[in-house]
């Protein structure tokens, strides 16, 4: 079973750090194919809770190369940071590779991510102010720097005056913010060159490779398919694409190359940052959600919105994505409620919808319509075999699986790495 995506369904934060983890062990590639350190992924083992932002959660485990691939965006302090941090860990990181491809988040991607939405007032997106549009803006734009550049010193002296000449004219005229030096930004990039240079690859190359040999290469996605730029509730999306087609264009991998498509939802629903969210809960429900989930953003620490599972988005999620399995996470969050409504349809103006409507316009106007599933009031946290959960909880599984129209292969009962319920393997 050589390439294996895993994917967020929602809107992010579904646990996807937990899910790879598992397979951790029996890989031997990790890949970031997209986003850069806007993600979060919170790891839990043995005991020890471990906050990623932009390296692949497999570098925890003592097999996996973790891998960054082009579609990755790089703020090298960032990445020097959460190196050092896992190394005082003991966890080794210099098996690191990243793709010679993948652009960098500069300074001054950060200033105008935080000065853009401060513009925008109540229509800013939502951010995480990591830097992250800006720079996949510059590399549409054909004016990004990239890991490469750092190796020519030259070059990237010329390409951060070119693409300062434009920004110092946005930042000063259009912000009122003072003008960045093209020699303070250049030097500030090329104090990291040396420690970059044995870290980068033709990943593209080394991944197709590990493939031919029969290797087993995960794709990590970040963020989630409804935060996807082109399939997600666009405007309020991320600027990459976390979707499983991403894992190709963000690698270099051929689609042929990828045999199973794990997708990762929630057992109930949570988005951060601005945008739609028909079943969001403003009320306690939402807050207890929120409070027995631990919703709080691993980046920005933001509490997340929250509401009942959507099966809508779940099932758009996984007809886009090709989703040959799914695992269901945060399970044992939803103990304790007599009854567990989930979203089936959405009404939008008097009309009955039974899947994600195409437009944003429709979205905005959709309200939820539940299905109240029985609840189950048992302690699920030990629980290790599907047959051994509740028969409660063991339906409501089942007609999640049956309204996605995925087959659920696992489930998570609580934050610890083998907290988790198999019903088949994923690899
Ligand atoms: P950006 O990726 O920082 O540009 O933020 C764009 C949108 O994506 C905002 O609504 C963020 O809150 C959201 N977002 C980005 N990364 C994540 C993530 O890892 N989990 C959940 N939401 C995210």
Sequence with gaps: MPGVVVVGTQWGDEGKGKATDQLGDKVDFVVRYSGGNNAGHTVQVGGERYALHLLPSGILSRRARPVLGNGVVIDLEVLFEELDALAARGVAVDRLLISANAHLIAPY???????????????????????????????????????????????????????????????????????????????????????????????????????????????????????DVDFGTYPYVTSSNPIAAGACTGSGVGPTRLDRVIGIAKAYTTRVGEGPFPGELTDETGQRLRETG????????????????????????????????????????????????????????????????????????????????????????????????????????????ELVGVRISGLGVGPDRDQVVMVRPLL
Excluded at 343 to 362: F, H, L, N, S, W
């Design 109 to 227: 991607h950060r200033t105008i991510d935080r000065v853009t939405e401060r513009f925008l007032g109540k229509r800013r997106i939502g951010t995480t102010g990591r830097g992250v549009g800006p720079a996949y803006a510059d590399k549409a734009s054909r004016i990004g720097l990239r890991v490469q550049d750092l190796l020519d010193e030259s070059i990237l002296r010329q390409k951060v005056a070119v693409a300062l000449e434009q920004k110092n004219q946005l930042l000063v005229r259009v912000y009122n913010r003072p003008a960045l030096s093209a020699d303070e930004v250049s030097d500030h990039l090329l104090a990291y060159a040396d420690r970059v240079r044995p870290l980068v690859a033709d990943v593209s190359r080394v991944l197709n490779e590990a493939l031919d040999r029969g290797q087993t290469v995960l794709f990590e996605g970040a963020q989630a398919h409804h935060l």
């Design 294 to 401: 631990g919703e709080y953003g691993t980046t920005t620490g933001r509490p997340r919105r929250c509401g009942w599972f959507d099966a809508l988005l779940v099932e758009q999620a996984a007809t886009c994505n090709a989703l040959t399995d799914l695992f269901l996470t945060k399970l044992d969050v939803l103990t304790g409620w007599p009854k567990i409504p989930v979203i089936v349809a959405y009404d939008i103006d008097g009309r009955r919808c039974p899947v994600m409507p195409m437009t944003q316009t429709e979205l905005h106007h959709a309200k939820p319509v539940y299905e109240h599933l029985e609840g189950w009031s048992e302690d699920i946290s030990g629980v290790r075999r599907f047959e051994d959960l509740p028969p409660a909880c063991q339906r409501y599984v089942r007609r999640l699986e």
